[in-house]
T-cell receptor, first 117, second 115 residues
Framework: AQKITQTQPGMFVQEKEAVTLDCTYDTSDPSYGLFWYKQPSSGEMIFLIYQGSYDQQNATEGRYSLNFQKARKSANLVISASQLGDSAMYFCAMREAGTGANSKLTFGKGITLSVRP | DAEITQSPRHKITETGRQVTLACHQTWNHNNMFWYRQDLGHGLRLIHYSYGVQDTNKGEVSDGYSVSRSNTEDLPLTLESAASSQTSVYFC??????????????FGQGTRLTVV
C-alpha cells in the first residue's frame, strides 16, 4: 500500500486565489512528520512546511499552511494568494519515527500546479 | 555557505556501461540519500547512509550500489546501465538528530539517459 497518496491531476489556479493540494498518508506509527516540498521547472527541491503528528496546531509558513486532519490521515497544503512563481510540482512526504528519526523520507507522486495570470 | 552538489548534471551513457554519479555535501551531515524521480512515481529511495561505512538499500536498489568512505561523499554507481535507469537522480543529506522535523537538503539533480 502506498504510504503517501497524491491523486489530484494537474491543478490550475487563478493568480491571487487560494489553492489546496491534497495529500493522504498511511502509517501505524503514532509518531511521524509530514513535509511538503516544491519543485519548480528548474528542478531543485525546496522545503516548504512541516507538520508533526503531535502538533496541536496546523503549521503555517507565510502563504503556506497545512490543513492537518489526523483522524482522516490527510495533510493538505493550502497556498494563499497564489503567485505565478508558485507554478511547480509539489510533493508530500512522510518520516516515521518507528524506523528511527534519522530515517528516510517517503514521497508521494507529486502534484503539478499551474498558476494562471 | 554549506551546500550539496551533484555531478554531472546531465549524462548520456550506453546500455551496459558502468556509471557513477557523484554527490558531495559540505553540511557535515551524517545522513545521505539517493532518490530517483520518474513521472508518475515521484521520488523513490535507492540507497541511503547514516554515516561512514554505513550503507542501506532503499525500495529500488536493484542495479545500484553506493559506498561511504567519508562524511562528505556518497557516490551512486550503476553497475551495468539499463534503459529502465533513465531518470533524474537526486542526492539529499540531513543532520543526525532525533527530531522528526529534521529537514533534508537536496542537490540539483542529475539527469541520466541510457541509450
Amino acid at each position: 500500500a502506498q504510504k503517501i497518496t497524491q491523486t489530484q491531476p494537474g491543478m490550475f489556479v487563478q493568480e491571487k486565489e487560494a489553492v489546496t493540494l491534497d495529500c493522504t498518508y498511511d502509517t501505524s506509527d503514532p509518531s511521524y512528520g509530514l513535509f511538503w516540498y516544491k519543485q519548480p521547472s528548474s528542478g531543485e527541491m525546496i522545503f516548504l512546511i512541516y507538520q508533526g503528528s503531535y502538533d496541536q496546531q496546523n503549521a503555517t509558513e507565510g502563504r503556506y499552511s497545512l490543513n492537518f486532519q489526523k483522524a482522516r490521515k490527510s495533510a493538505n497544503l493550502v497556498i494563499s494568494a497564489s503567485q505565478l512563481g508558485d507554478s511547480a510540482m509539489y510533493f508530500c512526504a512522510m518520516r516515521e519515527a518507528g524506523t528511527g528519526a534519522n530515517s528516510k523520507l517517503t514521497f508521494g507522486k507529486g502534484i503539478t500546479l499551474s498558476v494562471r495570470p | 555557505d554549506a551546500e550539496i552538489t551533484q555531478s554531472p548534471r546531465h549524462k548520456i551513457t550506453e546500455t551496459g556501461r558502468q556509471v557513477t554519479l557523484a554527490c558531495h555535501q559540505t553540511w557535515n551531515h551524517n545522513n545521505m540519500f539517493w532518490y530517483r524521480q520518474d513521472l508518475g512515481h515521484g521520488l523513490r529511495l535507492i540507497h541511503y547512509s547514516y554515516g561512514v561505512q554505513d550503507t542501506n538499500k532503499g525500495e529500488v536498489s536493484d542495479g545500484y550500489s553506493v559506498s561511504r568512505s567519508n562524511t562528505e561523499d556518497l557516490p551512486l554507481t550503476l553497475e551495468s546501465a539499463a534503459s529502465s535507469q533513465t531518470s533524474v537522480y537526486f542526492c539529499a543529506s540531513s543532520e543526525t538528530r532525533t527530531a522528526l522535523n529534521t529537514e533534508a537538503f537536496f542537490g540539483q539533480g542529475t539527469r541520466l539517459t541510457v541509450v
